[in-house]
């Protein structure tokens, strides 16, 4: 008897262990009917994280959901980098696209990169009046990057006019931004002293903040820049870069002296690219060299020569006490020609 009532209690212990179980897996899968689950109650963090793995066209569908699901899109964080294209075939409904955006989600933007595309005496005027408006929408934007590539302004900008009005406009963008850190003009082939003007708007806006200058190509090729004393202190006034590109046109003894000074133990990187077009008759010295290397021991130094390639232009440029890292030089002609060397 005594047997009989102890295997009746084990059996009732293991029932009301497995009736545990099966609450507590009950518990841990939901709901049975998945119906039953609100999706428009999901977390905001969770939305965000949603949004940021649609493409735009899907984020606009996705807000148009619910009301919650709306507010999460508003979220600043998905909006903080935007890559514009100015210009193209469809250069107007580009530009309107643009403004558009600048005007919703200006205020949010933090990283802005533009490429100008297809660049024609036709669409100039457009691109003009789109970088006009899409500068005034961002008056109040607080950018750390900004990245404006391919005007181009001495190759098909005919109009004097509409050169004046892209440099206006990037002077006064310039003067109202002051948290700049990383800024790329690169190719837009500029006038000296317009060019000058807008890197002034800069040094007075964000000489401080600023950590990687992009000049490649900012001034057509066949300016001097180094001779323009107004250029070279210009340059000299910025106190935080890292990491520099420009043309050897724009490079002179007396700027890598004062970065010496101003720089130390800041400058990191430094690229100069050279072309036949463009003026490189003049020596950066040893001593130059030197002076800029003790002061920044972290420095290393990419050269690029382009269509020069004999021995006198090419060695006054160099200098053993270049801490060099990278070397390109190209000929100007195509590798697959073939060449027959006549001693």
Request: hydrophobic share 40%; aromatic share 10%; proline share 3%.
């Amino acid at each position: 008897m005594g047997k009989k009532r102890a295997g009746e209690r084990t059996e009732l212990n293991c029932e009301h262990s497995a009736s545990k179980k099966r609450r507590v897996v009950s518990k841990l899968k939901g709901p049975s009917n998945p119906r039953s689950i609100s999706w428009t109650k999901l977390p905001y963090l969770v939305l965000v994280e949603i949004y940021r793995n649609l493409s735009e066209i899907d984020k606009v569908a996705m807000a148009q959901v619910c009301p919650e699901w709306w507010n999460a899109f508003k979220s600043p964080v998905l909006w903080r980098t935007k890559h514009f294209i100015f210009g193209g075939p469809d250069a107007k409904n580009a530009g309107k696209r643009a403004v558009q955006y600048a005007e919703m989600l200006g205020s949010y933007l933090q990283e802005v990169s533009i490429s100008c595309r297809h660049v024609t005496s036709n669409t100039c005027n457009v691109i003009t009046e789109t970088l006009e408006a899409f500068a005034k929408c961002l008056s109040n934007a607080r950018l750390r990057h900004f990245q404006i590539e391919d005007l181009e302004l001495d190759r098909f900008w005919k109009y004097a006019h509409l050169r004046f009005n892209i440099e206006n406009c990037l002077v006064t963008f310039f003067q109202g931004q002051h948290n700049l850190e990383v800024v790329t003009l690169a190719s837009a082939q500029i006038a000296l002293l317009s060019g000058t003007e807008i890197l002034e708007a800069l040094l007075k806006s964000s000489g401080h903040s600023i950590r990687i200058l992009e000049l490649m190509d900012f001034f057509h090729g066949r300016l001097a820049a180094y001779q323009l004393s107004r250029f070279v202190l210009t340059m000299s006034g910025f106190s935080n870069l890292e990491k520099v590109t420009l043309n050897y046109c724009c490079v002179c003894n007396e700027l890598l002296q004062h970065w010496a000074k101003s720089l130390q133990g800041k400058l990191r990187h430094l690229t100069i690219k050279a072309g036949a077009d463009e003026p490189h008759s003049h020596t950066l010295t040893n001593e130059t060299w030197q002076r800029l290397v003790a002061a920044c021991p972290k420095l290393t130094v990419e050269v690029a020569l382009f269509g020069i390639a004999h021995a006198n232009a090419v060695i006054p440029m160099l200098s053993p006490y270049i801490p060099l890292v990278g070397f390109t030089m190209w000929s100007g002609y195509d590798d697959d020609i073939e060449w027959q060397v006549c001693l």
